[in-house]
């Protein structure tokens, strides 16, 4: 069986847009992505604000379609952004300077939310879910456009208050679970297993870049401390660069349950020492020391998603109570 690959390259501004195609080359991109299909560009939006390491960054975004587009038979892009109960993609897409991307090189922008675009349809998974069946008895729904595209995630290094790290596998969270995803947050690591059982079946490619250029340390993955790193990182295989940025900011990535289970399930590599790592190889054996810490949403988090009031959770997140939430994360 041939090894997980992920690349690992040194970036600086006047070289970036081709070091991304660097590291997409070292990691196989063509053979990862079918010629002769659409292929979804699926933004990572953390916070609509321009937070450094939050979010996708244009040059990030920029340098995967240059390189899709100089690709035979790859160059049919669409983006597809969502929203959820503390974000607004458009705002985002307007404020992260991703708009004059699209425009230059022609790349239509699709919302997950709008009927117009696409429609949630119910899917029957062929996998064995680990919990997203019991979340949504009425059956798992997810819109209908994704289906038989390839998709290239594009998430940031970072922490998170809820996983520890977010990455690749979580950057599908935001497009294949409807504005109800919070519904899930109490088994959040068992529904990015799930997540990632689903993308591949539906996608015939998936493919991910990683800016690093700019790592988030502490409570994210909005309330960040940004910190200087110039890397980018690419993978087909999604639980692998997930692995290889927590082993980067310090982490184990066996000891993160869903890096961990996605391995133990077939899914990926997360061991770090059974993946190949391609561009600059030095750079992986750094440890930046990174922790998570708290903020005021991982306290709230503490007590409702996995705390003494988890029994109650329903009445505040379930019910229009939950515009409080949303209006506080606002605030802060």
Known sequence: MERAKVAVVRTRPESVLEDVARAMALTGFEEALPPGRTTILKDNISWHLPMPSANTTPWQLEGVIKALRASPGRGDIVAVENKTVVTEAERGDFLNKYRPVYERYGVPVLFNFRSDHMTWRRYEPKA?????????????????????????????????????????????????????????HSWIHKTLVDLLAIQREIHPGIFAVMDGTTAGNGPGPRTLVPVQKDLMLASADQVAIDAVAAKLMGFDPMEIDYIRLAHERGLGTGRVEEIEIAGDVEVSKENWGFTVGDNLASRVGDLLWFGPLRAVQKLFFHTPLVSVFVAASDLY
Do not use: Q, S, W
């Open 128 to 184: 064995e879910l680990l919990v997203l069946d019991r979340i949504y008895p009425e059956g798992v729904h997810l819109p209908d456009y994704f289906l038989g595209k390839n998709i290239v995630h594009l998430p940031t290094v970072k922490c998170h208050i809820y996983t520890t790290t977010t990455g690749a596998m979580k950057n599908a969270f935001g497009g294949l679970l409807a504005t109800k995803r919070h519904y899930t």
